[in-house]
């Protein structure tokens, strides 16, 4: 399942893998974030400043301008014509352009400049656009009719064409800073997801560490927020394994002594069928208490495994010969496992409580009509271990239901026919306490169990 969500990651476009790291990630939306508010920022500033600027330049400079370019016409023009050598030593002197149109001279300073698009036509002829107010300013007409249209020399302000890369050099710059600090700013929130982790593993020894104690920040706060809760945790996991093995102890000790004056008793034939009873009823109760002991063990998530390499036939043989005991039929079970199974780094008394929970499960149920089939394996790196009889199967509604405590789903499967409903829930404990799975399925006939364990 892991390798196929990479295979899926890997396939994704850029784009994608881009959104999901921006939407799986603080820092970078905090830095993003930045830029956006800086871009806006800076966007806003120069379109204000631009418009303050052009609205009070037309007002305050504009006439300055105008008087200006009535020198110069008449520089140009002194006696009522232009004149071209006045205009090139105007032009040369400074950075604008010069167009002079009219009915004897036609001359431009730069034939190779175009025209700006505002002073243009579709079809490239002169034409003023937008504001009336630079057609005043910048166009003069002389005694004679010709035209002076003056403007700036574009070649004199030649862009920089290292500006660009400059520019976006000092924006990476800035945006490289902005995320190493934030991401130092952010650094806390590892450790506390680290530590997080540890406590959710049953690690309680190291906590999280806390960056200035004395005056903590918000992130410094939550980090001695979670160890108080993980000391909590702790302390009432400490507690719930102290009073499990009191009531352990205080439960069984009278049950063995309540067995033993039972034991006691003569066995005549008025008293035997009492004392049987009675020794059976106190098995009953010695195996439910037990049965509830060890499903509170293994429930909790920091369930102590005692892995050692144990042999599954031999264990299996084991189970299969203490049932013969309990059902005649146990003798008939088909073992199906492959005699060069290495050993498996397992908890032998959980799987020695699993498999005799699920063949007692299926001899009891369903091993009457056929053979009870055992069967282990090994398949695409999981150890499987399968269990299935050959009785009346579960209704499908309540297939999900029958590893849960307690649930018995009908007659046939009650507490007439032998258990409380703890075997299968026990079964189910085991196996996740193993970090594998457990899964229930019909036959047709029967009841099929499958436990899939990881293989090292």
Known sequence: MINSDC????????????????????????????????????ATFTGGAQGVFSGSWRHAAGPLLSDYVDRVAADISPDGTPSIERARAFTARLPVTVRISGPTINWQSHPGQKLPEWMQHEDGTHHW????????LLTRTTADGHRLVFGIDEEAFEPNP?????????LLLLTLLAFLYVRRLLRPLDDIQAGARRFGDGQFGEQIPVCHSDKPDELGLLANTINTMGHDIHQMLEAKRALLLAISHELRSPLTRARLNTELLPETAEVAPQRDALLRDLQEMAGLISDLLESERLSSRHAALHREPIKLQQLAEEVIGELQAKHANAGTVQLQIARDLP?????????????RNLLDNALRHGGKQAPVELQIRVDNQQLVIEVRDHGTGVPEDQ???MAQPFFRPDAARGRNSGGVGLGLYLCRLVAEAHEGSFRLSNAHPGLRVVVSLPVD
């Open 7 to 42: 295979t899926s990651t890997r396939r994704q476009r850029w784009h994608q893998r881009a959104r999901h790291a921006v939407g799986h990630s603080i820092k970078l939306r905090l830095v993003l974030g930045f830029l956006l508010l800086a871009v806006a920022v800076t």
């Open 129 to 136: 656009k937008g504001d009336e107010k630079w057609q005043r």
């Open 162 to 170: 290292y500006a660009f890369g400059i520019t976006l050099g000092i």
């Open 343 to 355: 050993a498996q780094q397992l908890d032998q008394t959980r799987m020695r409580l699993l498999l």
């Open 399 to 401: 297939l999900e239901q």
